[in-house]
């Protein structure tokens, strides 16, 4: 009985988790490419011309981000990583434990295994070895700057691998040793062991928890305070306030727990006060990290009651939104490093609840959209802005009319028909909130500006998605036709679409073919169907086109 009182509702199976979607499936997507932005590790590999290594450049490489998550406990096991070796690297790690073992050339030898861990390959086998475990044993028990500062670049390195490598470094007990640095007189040792750290908690939850209660935001909060236009001419104190927004970043990642809002409170006033700074005092790198520290803590999933306390935090709290629209508002369109974190940012904010999409809204976040939205912008930050406009139309029917108002429905139909798969797929996602979270008065409007044909364009995709997003539109408009029912359902047999909907019944997922037979059954299944009504529709210009009322849609002051 529930759920056939259901159906006679135009937002049939309107929910928090269909309609305001998070980052799952594209969050899995991004994270396979090799982007510049929400990188969580770093390798420190510059060779110069005699094979050694320059530890004061500012240049890194980056890597992979890595998305699964390191074991709580120790690694059980890894893969045999002697067997494709090649002679001369076993020969090398076995001649580094001798040395080691007998404390004779410590400094050559470091700078041999630090070699050695710099290429991915060579990593297991170190472990392995036992020469992790004999590196770390020495230089704890050492006093000599050269042989610590190389001991922190190995971390690095091997920090810089899997998540089972990095878990390794923390079972050995390197995070205190390393904390412990940064207290060092020597910058060099300080920038390196931040390195490692940052690494360290860019890798899991757990680790990043465990190294935010291990003192380094103090020194982080202390560094950055003390940062100016006159110290950044510094080039040792320059590398380390390079490291820190990414630190930052990193302890602000995963949501699987997400950080406790006792963190959030003490990270969040440190990325805002390196956003606010004095032009030129932060690099574009340096910004862009704490943007996605931002956008990190929005990204979580709410608790029992449906509330996210750290969506609460930055929104109410902080009062952050604002602050990033201004940014959008004054980035060029066309730079994809600071936009990304900050339109996903905003989009996190509008995948919550209602009051955090209408404080969003309040703030003028769809107003600074279009520009994101033309063919010469990064199809990743269209993808986002995208994003972001559909889950403001999962939320109420003001902000839908609110939509309608700006002109954003059309550019959408546009790109859902021009654009790329990946922006077309989020396109498809918009029209469905639309068409199912808009109020009945919306009806006429949608099907005016061709939503029918674009509801066509949607069947006719092979992606299984679009086309479910499809029909919901489709249906979600059959419902909330009203006395308009009769002339939308002539225009939909008009545009073909009964022949896309018998062959849609035949199609091998069962949502698809359910939802194409209850279009079918419900509205056109025959002439005599009572929801088709009795009269001819109402025809204007000549008989060759249906005429409806011009919608009103009332201007809504935010």
Known sequence: MAESRMRQFKNKGKDDVSLRRRRQEQTIELRKTKRLEALSKRRHVDFVEDGTTNGDD???????????????????????????????????INECLLCLGATVDIPQTMIRIRRLVSTSDTINAVIQSGLLREVVSVAVQSDQRPVLEEFCWILTNITSGTSEQTEEVVQLGCVPVLVGFLQHESPTLQHQSLWALGNIAGNSAVHRDLVAESGIIDYLVARLRCCSPETRKNASERRIVFLAPWVLSNLCRFNNPSPSVELARVLVPILVLILRNPVGLFSQMELRDCCWGLSYLTDGYPDDDGCDPLKELVCMEFNLVRMMIEIVQNTCPKSVSILVPC?????????????????????????????????????????????????????????????????????????????????????????????????????????????????????????????????????????GAGDHLERISLIVEEEGILDLLEKLQCSNNSSVADEAFTITDEYFASEENPRLGELMPVAGNGGNAFSFAAPQMPTLTL
């Open 58 to 92: 500012d240049s890194f490489e980056f890597e992979q981000q890595k998305q699964e998550q390191a074991p709580a406990g120790p690694v059980a096991s890894m893969p045999d990583a002697h067997m494709d070796l090649p002679q001369e690297k076993k020969e090398c």
């Open 343 to 479: 339109v996903r940012f905003l989009g996190n904010l509008c995948s919550g609840t209602d009051a955090q999409t209408m404080v969003a809204a309040e703030a003028g976040v769809l107003s600074v959209l279009p520009p994101l939205l033309g063919h010469d912008v990064d199809r990743l930050i269209t993808k986002e802005a995208v994003w972001l406009i559909s889950n403001c139309l999962s939320s109420s029917h003001s902000l839908v009319k609110v939509v309608a108002e700006t002109g954003l429905l059309a550019t959408i139909f546009n790109l859902l028909m021009s654009s790329t798969f990946v922006v077309q797929k989020e396109c498809s996602w918009a029209i469905r909130n639309f068409a199912m979270v808009g109020s009945p008065d919306m009806v006429p409007f949608f099907v005016q500006v061709s939503g029918i044909a674009v509801i066509k364009c949607m069947l006719g995709y092979e992606d299984t998605q679009v086309v479910l997003n499809g029909l919901e539109a489709l249906m979600a408009t059959l419902r």
